[in-house]
């Protein structure tokens, strides 16, 4: 069956990077694209952008053009986003998801990692 | 891509229709079929219940169902049950080449 599996909760101060990850298992991890979504507490879904997991290509979202980074390394099927810059605004819930190339939905979806940016 | 609009709550008694409508613009909804709506329980990851407008996956329930008319789409759930009581998110392609999601509506079942 179709797994995605995130990494765990983290602190971080303002200013530093962040880092999670999202191993696939139960499919062709090459076959699909990863995307990745946000959500503070108590708020809303935010969409941050997607990697293609064949040609590593990634598509990011205006609002986090410059400070986001998504990779993949296809021999242990995880898909990575890195976030720099943190404030603490940026305290949420980050999730990966699965999507079909060519597809506009996103069918499996990680546990989430809680991120948490404090001083 | 600015966040879709979606009423922030909807009630209905069980047994009763309801309808969560979700509008954008010409620049998403209006522009293409590829709206999807995702019910998300209280610290829960979002599940997949509609694609492509109408489109349901696997497994979901037909009770629910999805439409679209101009610049809004809708999510229509009949014969409510208590555990459809959950928030529930619109999402969109846009011509931005990314995806924005609604804000969200809260379904009370009372």
């Known amino acids: 069956q179709v797994h995605l599996m995130q990494s765990g909760a983290e602190v971080k101060r303002p200013g530093a990077s962040l880092k999670v990850s999202c191993k696939a298992s139960?499919?062709?991890?090459?076959?699909?694209?990863i995307h990745w979504v946000r959500q503070a507490p108590g708020q809303g879904l935010e969409y941050m952008g997607w990697?293609?997991?064949?040609?590593?290509?990634?598509t990011y979202a205006q609002n986090f053009q410059g400070r986001v980074t998504m990779t993949r390394d296809t021999s242990i099927s995880t898909a990575y986003m890195e976030l720099s810059g943190l404030k603490s605004d940026d305290t949420a819930m980050y999730y990966c998801?699965?999507?079909?190339?060519?597809?506009?939905?996103?069918?499996?979806w990680g546990q989430g990692s809680l991120v948490t940016v404090s001083s | 891509q600015s966040a879709l609009t979606q009423p922030a709550s909807v009630s209905g008694s069980p047994g009763q229709s309801i309808t969560i409508s979700c509008t954008g613009t010409?620049?998403?909804?209006?522009?293409?079929?590829?709206v999807s709506w995702y019910q998300q329980y209280p610290g829960k990851a979002p599940k997949l219940m509609i694609y492509?407008?109408?489109k349901r996956p696997s497994g979901v329930s037909n009770r629910f169902s999805g439409s679209k008319s101009g610049n809004t789409a809708s999510l229509t759930i009949s014969g409510l049950q208590a555990e459809d009581e959950a928030d529930y998110y619109c999402?969109?392609?846009?011509?931005?080449?990314?995806?924005?999601f609604g804000i969200g509506t809260k379904v009370i079942v009372l």
């Open positions: 998801a699965r999507g079909r190339s060519g597809s506009s939905y996103f069918d499996y």
């Open positions: 139960g499919y062709t991890f090459i076959g699909y694209f």
């Open positions: 990697i293609n997991s064949n040609s590593g290509g990634p």
């Open positions: 010409s620049n998403d909804v209006g522009n293409y079929n590829l």
């Open positions: 492509e407008v109408t």
């Open positions: 999402c969109s392609y846009g011509v931005s080449g990314t995806y924005g």
